[in-house]
Nanobody, 125 residues
Framework: QLQLVESGGGLVQPGGSLRLSCAAS????????MTWFRQAPGKEREVISCISAGGGDTRYADSVTGRFTISRDNVRNTLYLQMNNLKPEDTAVYYC??????????????????WGQGTQVTVSS
C-alpha cells in the first residue's frame, strides 16, 4: 500500500519545538521531491518547505525561515520537519506530500502524487 504517514504533532507552548516525521511506505522516497504544507482553520493550504530528492536543495516560506528545518533520510524513507521557536500562528494541520522528480520547482510547485493524512500542531500557552 502506497502511503505517507505523519507523526510528531501535538500541543506546545510558544517558543517551544516539535519535530514532525513523514514515513513513506510502498514506494521509494528517494525518487521524490518532498514538501510540507499546512492548513489553519479558515485559511488556505500553504507551502511551508520543500526538499529535492537528494536533499541538497531546500526552500522555505518566509514565515518559517530561520525557525524550521526540513530534512530527509532516504535510507529510512522518512521526511522530517524540525520546528523551533514556535508561534501561535504556526497552529495548523501539517501535511507532507511527494512529487515524482528530482528537482524543486519554483515555489515548491507541481502536481503531487501522494499526501499524508496530516498531523495537528497547536501552539498555545
Amino acid at each position: 500500500q502506497l502511503q505517507l504517514v505523519e507523526s510528531g504533532g501535538g500541543l506546545v507552548q510558544p517558543g517551544g519545538s516539535l519535530r514532525l516525521s513523514c514515513a513513506a511506505s510502498g514506494f521509494t522516497l528517494g525518487a521524490y521531491v518532498m514538501t510540507w504544507f499546512r492548513q489553519a482553520p479558515g485559511k488556505e493550504r500553504e507551502v511551508i518547505s520543500c526538499i529535492s530528492a537528494g536533499g541538497g536543495d531546500t526552500r522555505y516560506a518566509d514565515s518559517v525561515t530561520g525557525r524550521f528545518t526540513i530534512s530527509r533520510d532516504n535510507v529510512r524513507n522518512t521526511l522530517y520537519l524540525q520546528m523551533n521557536n514556535l508561534k501561535p500562528e504556526d497552529t495548523a494541520v501539517y501535511y507532507c506530500a511527494a512529487r515524482l522528480g528530482l528537482l524543486i520547482l519554483r515555489g515548491c510547485e507541481g502536481e503531487y502524487d501522494y499526501w499524508g493524512q496530516g498531523t495537528q500542531v497547536t501552539v498555545s500557552s
